[in-house]
C-alpha cells in the first residue's frame, strides 16, 4: 500500500524554499496588517471632521483632515472647565499615578524578591506562590469591599488610594519576575562584593541592581502600563477631576445620546503616546528582561 508521503507531489528545493518563504512573509504581513489597522484607523479618524467621519460608505482618507480636536485639548484652559481641561488633568493624574505604582513597586518589590531569591527563608516557596495566587483574584470580586474600606477611612476620590491598591495588585507580579531574574545572577559575584567590605544591602545595590536592569526596566513597564490602562478600579473609587483618570475620563465622552467619535479618538491618540514612546525607547531592555528571566543558570 502506498504511503500518504510517497503519493504527494515532490517539489523541487529550488521552488519550495521560495514557497516556504513567500508563505512565512504572507502571514507576518497579515498579522502586521491585523495589529497595525486598528492604530492606524485610530490616528485617521481623529484628524477627520466629524461630518466625513459618520458618511457612509466610509472614506479611508478625509478629503480635509483637521487637528482641531489636538489643538483645542492641548490649549484647553482652567477657565473652560470643558471637557478638553477635564482630559487634561485626568491624563496627569494617571502619570502621577502610574509612576507612584511603578517606582514604589519597583523599590518594595526589588528587595522583597531579592529576599526571596537569596535568603534562606522558612516556607519561602509557599509564600511565592502564595502571592502569585493573589493574581488570580478578579479585581471585580473586590472592587466593594475596597469601596467600602476606603469610603471607611475617608480615601475615595484620593490619587493616593489608587496607588496604594494598584500596588497591592501589581506587587506580586514584580517580585515573582524579579526572584527568577535574581536568580539568574551567580551568587559568586555578591560573595566576592562582600568579601571586599560590602554587606549584603551594598552587594544588592552596587552589584545585583545594576545587573539587574533589564529585569527592573521590563516589570516596570508592565506596571506602568497596568496602572496606566486600569479602569474599574478607578471609576468605583473616584468621583471628581481631582483624581479622575485618563481611561475613565475617556468613558465620559460617550454621551447618553451624541458620541464626539472625533473627539474621543484624538483622546485615544494622546492617551497611547505614553505606552509606545515606553515600548520604543526601552524595547531593548524589555527583551532582554523578559527572555534572561525566563530560565535559571
Known amino acids: ?6 503519493m504527494r507531489p515532490h517539489l523541487p528545493g529550488y521552488i519550495r ?4 518563504a513567500f508563505i512565512i512573509y504572507l502571514l507576518v504581513i497579515l498579522v502586521v496588517l491585523y ?3 486598528p492604530i492606524v484607523w485610530l490616528v485617521i479618524s481623529s484628524i477627520t471632521p466629524l461630518p466625513e467621519l459618520l458618511t457612509i460608505p466610509l472614506r479611508w482618507i478625509p478629503r480635509h483632515p483637521t487637528f482641531k480636536n489636538y489643538r483645542e485639548i492641548i490649549t484647553a484652559a482652567p477657565q473652560t472647565a470643558g471637557v478638553n481641561y477635564q482630559f487634561k488633568v485626568a491624563l496627569w493624574n494617571s502619570l502621577v499615578v502610574s509612576l507612584g505604582v511603578t517606582l514604589l513597586c519597583l523599590a518594595v518589590g526589588s ?15 509557599r509564600l511565592v506562590f502564595v502571592l502569585l495566587f493573589t493574581q488570580m483574584l478578579p479585581g471585580i470580586a ?18 493616593i488610594t489608587l496607588i496604594i491598591v494598584y500596588c497591592s495588585f501589581t506587587l506580586p507580579f514584580i517580585v515573582w519576575m524579579m526572584r527568577g531574574y535574581f536568580e539568574t545572577i551567580p551568587k559568586d559575584l555578591e ?12 552587594a544588592l545595590f552596587r552589584v545585583v541592581i ?21 479602569f474599574m478600579i478607578a471609576l468605583a473609587l473616584t468621583n471628581t477631576l481631582a483624581s479622575k483618570t485618563m481611561p475613565v475620563a475617556l468613558a465620559e465622552f460617550i ?23 515606553l515600548a520604543l525607547i526601552f524595547q531593548r531592555y524589555l527583551l532582554e528582561g523578559l527572555t534572561s528571566g525566563a530560565v535559571k543558570g
Open 1 to 6: 500500500m502506498t504511503s500518504f508521503t510517497a
Open 17 to 20: 524554499k521560495p514557497l516556504r
Open 35 to 37: 495589529t497595525i489597522a
Open 111 to 125: 528587595m522583597a524578591a531579592y529576599a526571596f531569591a537569596r535568603l534562606d527563608l522558612p516556607f519561602k516557596d
Open 142 to 159: 473586590i472592587l466593594i469591599p475596597l469601596f467600602m474600606i476606603s469610603n471607611r477611612l475617608h480615601l475615595l476620590d484620593r490619587r
Open 191 to 202: 560573595d566576592a562584593a562582600m568579601i571586599d567590605g560590602c554587606s549584603m544591602l551594598g
Open 210 to 230: 545594576p545587573l539587574s536592569t533589564p529585569g527592573l526596566f521590563a516589570t516596570g513597564v508592565f506596571a506602568f502600563l497596568g496602572a496606566w490602562n486600569e
Open 255 to 277: 454621551g447618553r445620546f451624541r458620541i464626539d467619535y472625533g473627539l474621543m479618538t484624538t483622546v485615544g491618540v494622546i492617551a497611547s503616546i505614553p505606552p509606545i514612546l
